[in-house]
C-alpha cells in the first residue's frame, strides 16, 4: 500500500511499537531473551583487548607520564591484573577535581597507581589517607610518587585498613573527608563502606570499585564469598536512602555514592 506520512502513525501503532521496545528493554535487561546484549554492545566488546576498549584509550585517555611508567612497571607484575584500569583512575581524579577535594581515602593501594593519581590533582595541603597490608606493592610505587612531587600528599598506613578507619574516627575525623575508593579484599568491603561513610563529607563520594567482579554477582556461587560480599552490597545500595548511587560498566564495574 502507499507509504503513511511518519508523523500520522495511528495511535494504536504507535503504542505498540513502544511497548514492543518496553518489551524488548526488558527482556534485555533481564538477560533471558538477548543474552548476548549488555548496554545495547555485544559481551565481550569492552573485555581488556577489545578494540572498542582501545578505541576509549586511544580518544580520552590523557595519562600523566609518571602514572604511564607506574602503570608499565605494574603490568609487568605478576600480580598486576590487581591494579585500577586506567581510564576508571582517570575518572576518580576528574572527580575528585570536580569536588574540589582536599582529604581523600584510598583502601587497598597495591602499587600506588591510583594514589597517584588523585594525589596529582589534589591541591598541594590535599592528602591522600592510602590504607594497605603489604609495603612490598607499595615500595614499586613510592620513588614514583617522589618523581612526580607529591609524595608529602600521600600518607601510607601499612595496617589493616579496618583499624586506620577506626583510628581517623576516634581522632575526630567524622565528616570531613572528600572522597573515598574502596578497593581491597571483597568480603570487607560492607564495613568499609560503613566507615567510609561516617568519614565523608555530606557531598562527598564513596567509589565502589569491581562491583561486577568480572561477572560473578550474576550468580554468586554458594563458596565464593567476595561475590556474596559484593552482592549483597550492591543491592543493599540500591535501596540505601543515604546516598544517591551510580553503578557504572568502567573497569571491572564501579559504583558511585554520594553521601546526602
Same mark, same amino acid.
Given at each position: 500500500?502507499?507509504?503513511?506520512?511518519?508523523?500520522?502513525?495511528?495511535?494504536?501503532?504507535?503504542?505498540?511499537?513502544?511497548?514492543?521496545?518496553?518489551?524488548?528493554?526488558?527482556?534485555?535487561?533481564?538477560?533471558?531473551?538477548?543474552?548476548?546484549?549488555?548496554?545495547?554492545?555485544?559481551?565481550?566488546?569492552?573485555?581488556?583487548?577489545?578494540?572498542?576498549?582501545?578505541?576509549?584509550?586511544?580518544?580520552?585517555?590523557?595519562?600523566?607520564?609518571?602514572? $604511564?611508567? #607506574? /602503570? +608499565?612497571?605494574?603490568?609487568?607484575?605478576?600480580?598486576?591484573?590487581?591494579? %585500577?584500569?586506567?581510564?576508571?583512575?582517570? =575518572?576518580?581524579?576528574?572527580?575528585?577535581?570536580?569536588?574540589?577535594?582536599?582529604?581523600?581515602?584510598?583502601?587497598?593501594?597495591?602499587?600506588?597507581?591510583?594514589?597517584?593519581?588523585?594525589?596529582?590533582?589534589?591541591?598541594?595541603?590535599?592528602?591522600?589517607?592510602?590504607?594497605?597490608?603489604?609495603?612490598?606493592?607499595?615500595?614499586?610505587?613510592?620513588?614514583?610518587?617522589?618523581?612526580?612531587?607529591?609524595?608529602?600528599?600521600?600518607?601510607?598506613?601499612?595496617?589493616?585498613?579496618?583499624?586506620?578507619?577506626?583510628?581517623?574516627?576516634?581522632?575526630?575525623?567524622?565528616?570531613?573527608?572528600?572522597?573515598?575508593?574502596?578497593?581491597?579484599?571483597?568480603?570487607?568491603?560492607?564495613?568499609?563502606?560503613? $566507615?567510609? #561513610? /561516617? +568519614?565523608?563529607?555530606?557531598?562527598?563520594?564513596?567509589?565502589?570499585?569491581? %562491583?561486577?567482579?568480572?561477572?560473578?554477582? =550474576?550468580?554468586?556461587?554458594?563458596?565464593?564469598?567476595?561475590?556474596?560480599?559484593?552482592?549483597?552490597?550492591?543491592?543493599?545500595?540500591?535501596?540505601?536512602?543515604?546516598?544517591?548511587?551510580?553503578?557504572?560498566?568502567?573497569?571491572?564495574?564501579?559504583?558511585?555514592?554520594?553521601?546526602?
Amino acid at each position: 500500500g502507499s507509504k503513511m506520512p511518519l508523523l500520522s502513525v495511528p495511535t494504536e501503532v504507535a503504542v505498540g511499537t513502544a511497548m514492543l521496545g518496553v518489551a524488548f528493554a526488558t527482556g534485555m535487561l533481564a538477560g533471558k531473551r538477548y543474552p548476548s546484549l549488555v548496554f545495547g554492545t555485544p559481551s565481550g566488546m569492552m573485555g581488556k583487548n577489545s578494540p572498542l576498549r582501545q578505541y576509549i584509550l586511544d580518544h580520552s585517555l590523557r595519562e600523566h607520564p609518571i602514572l $604511564k611508567k #607506574l /602503570r +608499565l612497571l605494574t603490568a609487568d607484575h605478576p600480580s598486576g591484573r590487581m591494579m %585500577v584500569s586506567c581510564e576508571q583512575a582517570q =575518572l576518580m581524579a576528574n572527580l575528585v577535581k570536580l569536588i574540589k577535594a582536599k582529604k581523600v581515602i584510598e583502601i587497598g593501594v597495591f602499587t600506588g597507581y591510583n594514589a597517584l593519581n588523585m594525589a596529582l590533582v589534589l591541591p598541594d595541603n590535599g592528602r591522600v589517607i592510602a590504607c594497605d597490608i603489604n609495603e612490598e606493592y607499595a615500595k614499586i610505587g613510592k620513588p614514583l610518587w617522589k618523581e612526580a612531587g607529591v609524595e608529602h600528599k600521600i600518607d601510607l598506613r601499612i595496617k589493616p585498613a579496618v583499624q586506620t578507619l577506626d583510628e581517623l574516627l576516634a581522632s575526630g575525623e567524622a565528616e570531613t573527608f572528600d572522597f573515598a575508593f574502596i578497593d581491597a579484599d571483597k568480603e570487607s568491603y560492607n564495613e568499609y563502606y560503613e $566507615k567510609c #561513610l /561516617r +568519614l565523608i563529607k555530606k557531598g562527598g563520594i564513596i567509589a565502589i570499585d569491581n %562491583v561486577f567482579w568480572n561477572g560473578k554477582v =550474576l550468580k554468586p556461587r554458594k563458596d565464593d564469598l567476595a561475590a556474596q560480599s559484593i552482592h549483597h552490597l550492591n543491592e543493599k545500595l540500591l535501596r540505601d536512602a543515604r546516598v544517591n548511587i551510580s553503578m557504572l560498566p568502567v573497569g571491572d564495574g564501579v559504583t558511585l555514592a554520594f553521601k546526602l
